[in-house]
C-alpha cells in the first residue's frame, strides 16, 4: 500500500498556517484534522488539501515529509502554486 505526503493550509477566515504529514489514507485523515483528531497544532481549524505525492516505501515517504517540513522555501512555492490556480 503507498504512502502519501501531504500539505494542507487552513481555509479563509482562520488564522494563516500549513501543515505537513504522511499517511496511507489522506481522506481519512483531512477528516481527523478538521475534526480536531489529528496533529495537535492543527485542532480548531478548518483545513484543505493544497499537495499530495506518492510513496511506494514508507521510509521514503517520512524522509520527504522532514525535508517538506524544514524547507519553508518549498512550502511557499507548493502555497503559491495553489493560490494561482485558484485565481
Given amino acids: 500500500m503507498p504512502y502519501f505526503v501531504y500539505m494542507i493550509k487552513t481555509l479563509n477566515g482562520f488564522r494563516k498556517k ?3 504529514g504522511y499517511t496511507k489514507d489522506i481522506k481519512f485523515r483531512l477528516d ?3 475534526n480536531n483528531k489529528g496533529a495537535k497544532s ?3 481549524y478548518i483545513w484543505e488539501l ?3 505525492k506518492k510513496f511506494l516505501k514508507k521510509k521514503d515517504a517520512m524522509s520527504f515529509e522532514y525535508k517538506l517540513k524544514k524547507d519553508r522555501n518549498k512550502r511557499s512555492t507548493i502555497l503559491k502554486k495553489h493560490n494561482d490556480k485558484r485565481n
Fill in 42 to 44: 492543527t485542532k480548531g
Fill in 32 to 34: 481527523k484534522h478538521n
Fill in 50 to 52: 493544497i499537495f499530495k
Fill in 18 to 20: 500549513t501543515y505537513v
